[in-house]
């Protein structure tokens, strides 16, 4: 198994560009999960799917969207790009809600100038 | 007030200490507890669960103190291969309300 898998791993936008970040999981996980991480900072959360076709928003969901039409995929998109979301941000999975291990992604590295 | 909070350290210790970490955690109602390693530049990954009546896993252990409302990981016998970041997760009660802390960074010195 591959596990989590996210494209790209780096990428720098302008300002006011938008983009795809993708994750797949390859586990058959229900629970999905997209974080950001900045610099010395603990990992918040954005944007949440408990199964293909729901999804639902975490602490910092401004600025992002989210579709799940598989239960594979969980891609984020963001509209319009702003400095503010230069980050690193995960795609984790889990077997169940709260109580369980998340497997997180390698990461995406995005820089917004 | 942040919802969990961690000393960022750096801890400096030398090959064989033991070490502890603390993490505080501010809603009572919090459900679920956890620890994850992150090594630099990677993705998280789950270290142990903390339970109730506390957990051991080889030189890892911890432990749940709901009174104080905070968690602690004791490494014993450090190795090199145990520097890293060490994240604080706890889950309250509401699924989307799941907080990392910023993280506690260990290195562990020939």
């Known amino acids: 198994n591959a596990g989590v898998t996210q494209t790209p791993k780096f990428r720098i936008l302008k300002i006011g560009q938008s983009m795809t970040l993708q994750c797949t999981q390859d586990m058959n996980h229900n629970y999905m999960y997209w974080y950001r991480q900045d610099p010395g900072m603990g990992l918040k959360l954005i944007y949440y799917?408990?199964?293909?076709?729901?999804?639902d928003k975490g602490e910092v969901p401004n600025g992002y969207n989210v579709s799940r039409s598989t239960t594979e995929d969980f891609p984020l998109r963001l509209e319009l790009a702003a400095p503010s979301q230069t980050s690193v941000y995960f795609c984790a999975s889990s077997w169940q809600l709260g109580t369980d291990t998340q497997y997180f992604g390698p990461g995406t590295r995005l820089t917004v100038l | 007030r942040k919802e969990v909070e961690q000393d960022p350290g750096p801890f400096n210790v030398p090959e064989g200490a033991t070490v502890a970490f603390n993490c505080t955690y501010s809603n009572s109602a919090s459900q679920s507890f956890f620890w994850y390693r992150q090594d630099c530049r990677k993705e998280p990954k789950l270290l142990m669960s903390v339970y109730s009546s506390g957990n051991e896993d080889g030189r890892f252990t911890a432990q749940l103190n709901r009174a104080s409302q905070y968690i602690s990981l004791l490494i014993r016998d450090s190795k090199l291969s145990d520097s890293a970041t060490y994240l604080c997760?706890?889950?309250?009660?509401?699924?989307?309300?799941?907080?990392f802390g910023s993280g506690t960074k260990l290195n562990v010195k020939p």
């Open positions: 799917s408990v199964g293909a076709g729901i999804t």
């Open positions: 997760v706890v889950n309250e009660d509401n699924f989307n309300k799941f907080y």
